[in-house]
């Protein structure tokens, strides 16, 4: 039973390009949540989402960023034209259900903005 | 939003127990507290949680105070691979964004 996936674990881009995350929850979680980690820094919340629908994006700032989970496939987390204080550590949780039950971490993915 | 308040870090000799704090109290009935730890350069991994009872399991105990408003995250013999960040936080059925403050460092030495 394969963990959570995120792809790619290092990301390049420059100031203006799209930064594309993706995350695969363990399987028969609907699930997801995305955080965000500066150097040194705890986990940022960004955005919680159910399969097709988002439920709470508070911690989004609110433009250039956006997130999906559609029916297939995996969790997306875009950044459109990226600035240098996007850099950061991306990480996606998932879990069965809601409340009290575990997460479930991928190893993030690193995105460094030249 | 419950709030969880721990030591920004703490030290401890290889072998020897270490005792991790956790104030939570503005923790209702139905939360949970979870512990998580995060390894250099990795995800935060799951340790251990519980509702009332002290909890035990592979890689730790979790001793949680009657009043439900603090706790105790126990590794009984810390090793170097030990060394990590480690987070408590209440999941709850009232709020359901898992927040993450800023946690314990803890350093092993050899």
């Known amino acids: 039973n394969a963990g959570v996936m995120q792809n790619p674990r290092h990301l390049v881009r420059r100031r203006g390009q799209e930064a594309r995350l993706r995350c695969s929850p363990m399987?028969?979680?609907?699930?997801v949540y995305w955080y965000r980690q500066l150097p040194e820094e705890g986990l940022k919340f960004m955005v919680y989402l159910q399969k097709e629908n988002i439920i709470d994006e508070s911690g989004m700032p609110k433009e250039r960023f956006s997130a999906e989970f559609p029916k297939e496939g995996p969790s997306i987390l875009r950044i459109q034209q990226v600035v240098r204080g996007d850099s950061a550590a991306y990480f996606c949780?998932?879990?069965?259900?809601?409340?009290?039950?575990?997460?479930?971490f991928g190893s993030g993915t690193q995105l460094s903005v030249l | 939003d419950a709030k969880t308040t721990q030591p920004n870090s703490m030290e401890s000799n290889e072998e020897e127990p270490v005792h991790l704090p956790c104030n939570h109290s503005?923790?209702?009935?139905?939360?949970?507290i979870h512990w998580y730890r995060q390894l250099p350069s990795q995800g935060p991994e799951y340790v251990i949680h519980?509702?009332?009872s002290n909890v035990n399991n592979r890689m730790a105990s979790l001793a949680i105070a009657e009043d439900r408003k603090s706790s105790t995250l126990i590794l009984h013999r810390a090793t170097l691979r030990d060394a990590a960040v480690y987070y408590c936080i209440l999941r709850t059925g009232g709020s359901y964004i898992p927040t993450f403050g800023r946690g314990t460092s803890l350093i092993v030495h050899p």
């Open positions: 519980g509702l009332t």
């Open positions: 399987k028969g979680h609907s699930h």
């Open positions: 503005t923790i209702s009935g139905t939360d949970y």
């Open positions: 949780a998932s879990s069965p259900g809601a409340t009290e039950e575990k997460l479930f």
